[in-house]
């Protein structure tokens, strides 16, 4: 079993809906990190969190550290928002990421 | 912050040579990496480029193969040498201003290298 699961693993929405992406993890960490890997291969990093939520326009970050549970959502989708969304984490126990499988999200105009 | 440039952004390549990518950054960053990502797959943590010294190789990755270089704090190359098919990947130059890798994560736009 990988230590961070990401659900789920392809997502198709039409413009204007809410999307969550969820990440899920097995060990303990220091950070996690939300990315945005666009169809070029280029990644952007999007939030840091260690506890609590983060807001960034129309995206929303949320860790639960007791349950090792967070979420990505995007409110009022858009085509742009098409892309690869990576989690990653921090452990505590090492000095390297340890990444997820990404989730290939396609929003249709 | 930091912007993280590399280049090549892609090339198609001939088994058996070697093709360098070379990542700058517009600013001095304490930790650089270089990560492959291959098709379908999520990263995977080549080496961490450390200035002036040896890189650190992770499991499964040598020198010999992927010589990386880190003359001073803004700037890293990756070799990748005698190139087969299986070589065909993103590679990705990563770059962190702390010293560990909790902090925020700076990437390049990755170098997509197919090999024939």
């Known amino acids: 079993k990988n230590e961070v699961e990401q659900s789920p693993q392809n997502l198709t929405a039409q413009e204007g809906e809410f999307i969550t992406i969820n990440c899920s993890y097995s060990v303990g960490i220091s950070a996690l990190h939300w990315l945005q890997q666009h169809p070029g291969g280029g990644i952007v990093s999007l939030f840091m969190?260690?506890?609590g939520k983060k807001k960034h326009g129309r995206l929303i970050a949320t860790i639960n550290i007791q349950e090792k549970h967070s979420s990505l959502h995007i409110t009022a989708s858009h085509p742009r928002d098409s892309a690869v969304y990576i989690c990653a984490v921090d452990k505590t126990s090492g000095s390297r990421l340890t990444f997820g499988e990404g989730t290939q999200l396609t929003v249709n105009p | 912050s930091a912007v993280i440039s590399q280049k090549p952004s892609r090339d198609i390549c001939q088994r058996g040579t070697s093709l360098t990518i070379q990542c700058q950054v517009d600013s001095q960053v304490t930790m650089m990496f270089w990560y492959r990502q291959q098709p379908g797959q999520s990263l995977t943590l080549i080496a961490t480029a450390n200035q002036g010294s040896e890189a650190t190789y992770e499991s499964g990755f040598v020198i010999d193969k992927f010589p990386i270089s880190r003359p001073n704090l803004t700037f890293s190359t990756l070799t990748v040498s005698n190139m087969s098919p299986e070589d065909s990947s993103i590679y990705l130059c990563?770059?962190?201003?702390?010293?560990?890798?909790?902090?925020?994560?700076?990437f390049g736009e990755g170098s997509r290298l197919t090999v024939l």
């Open positions: 990563s770059a962190t201003l702390s010293r560990g890798p909790t902090g925020e994560l700076f």
């Open positions: 969190l260690s506890s």
